[in-house]
Nanobody, 126 residues
Framework: QVQLVESGGGLVQTGDSLRLSCAAS????????MGWFRQAPGKEREFVAA????????FYADSVKGRFTISRDNAKNTGYLKMNSLRPEETAVYYC???????????????????WGQGTQVTVSS
């Protein structure tokens, strides 16, 4: 199995940018689809983005298209989420997740990922 650790969260202002990292250890990171999800207080965990094994295929939630970019560096066993033009409503704990199956529509759902990190807090002030 794979272990995931997120980093890079923090307090920013509206319109600022952040880059989150997800460091993987254990099994070969390149054989896992990686996803990013977020959960705001009192709300359900929601899909943000996902990336396939090689990084060539990506999925995004409509709300972040054009502003967020998911990427991965398999040589460093690390995935990334670059977030631009952040909004206050995007304040949440951001989680990375991993799954060994090929990237597909299933990966929009959080219950399709068996491996999760502990999350990193992102707070966007208005």
């Amino acid at each position: 199995q794979v272990q995931l650790v997120e980093s890079g969260g923090g307090l920013v202002q509206t319109g600022d940018s952040l880059r989150l990292s997800c460091a993987a250890s254990g099994r070969t990171f390149s054989s896992y689809v990686m996803g990013w999800f977020r959960q705001a207080p009192g709300k359900e965990r929601e899909f943000v983005a996902a990336i396939g094994w090689t990084g060539r295929t990506t999925f995004y939630a409509d709300s972040v298209k054009g502003r967020f970019t998911i990427s991965r560096d398999n040589a460093k066993n690390t995935g990334y989420l670059k977030m631009n033009s952040l909004r206050p409503e995007e304040t949440a704990v951001y989680y990375c997740a991993a799954d060994q199956r090929p990237l597909g529509d299933r990966h929009y759902a959080n219950n399709q990922y068996p491996y999760w990190g502990q999350g990193t807090q992102v707070t966007v002030s208005s």
